[in-house]
């Protein structure tokens, strides 16, 4: 059974920077896909980027294209997020998870199956 533990989140004003991080237990962490999501109060969770078992291929939401990025050590079982030039609309809390089945990446809640309990970010104007 797969645990997922974010870290990183916190208070930043807009314009900062802020990384999160995902430490994942259980086996078989390189076969898996990746992802980040995130929600707002009052809304519902959403995608904001996901990275291939390898680590070759990303993908992310338009309103964080250009400013996040994500990455993975396989070595040390972690997926990271780095995001810069933060807004207020990206407050929220933010989830990390994995695909359900190894050797997939996706885009969409349904398709991951293990979450993170959520970390906060909270961006100030």
């Known amino acids: 059974q797969v645990q997922l533990v974010e870290s990183g989140g916190g208070l930043v004003q807009a314009g900062g920077s802020l990384r999160l991080s995902c430490a994942a237990s259980g086996r078989a962490f390189s076969t898996y896909s990746m992802g980040w999501f995130r929600q707002a109060p009052g809304k519902e969770r959403e995608f904001v980027a996901s990275i291939s078992w390898g680590g070759g291929l990303t993908y992310f939401a338009d309103a964080v294209k250009g400013r996040f990025t994500i990455s993975r050590d396989n070595a040390k079982n972690t997926v990271d997020l780095q995001m810069n030039s933060l807004k207020p609309e990206d407050t929220g809390v933010y989830y990390c998870?994995?695909?359900?089945?190894?050797?997939?990446?996706?885009?969409?809640?349904?398709?991951?199956?293990?979450w993170g309990q959520g970390t906060q970010v909270t961006v100030s104007s």
């Open positions: 998870a994995r695909h359900r089945s190894m050797l997939t990446i996706a885009t969409r809640t349904a398709d991951f199956g293990a």
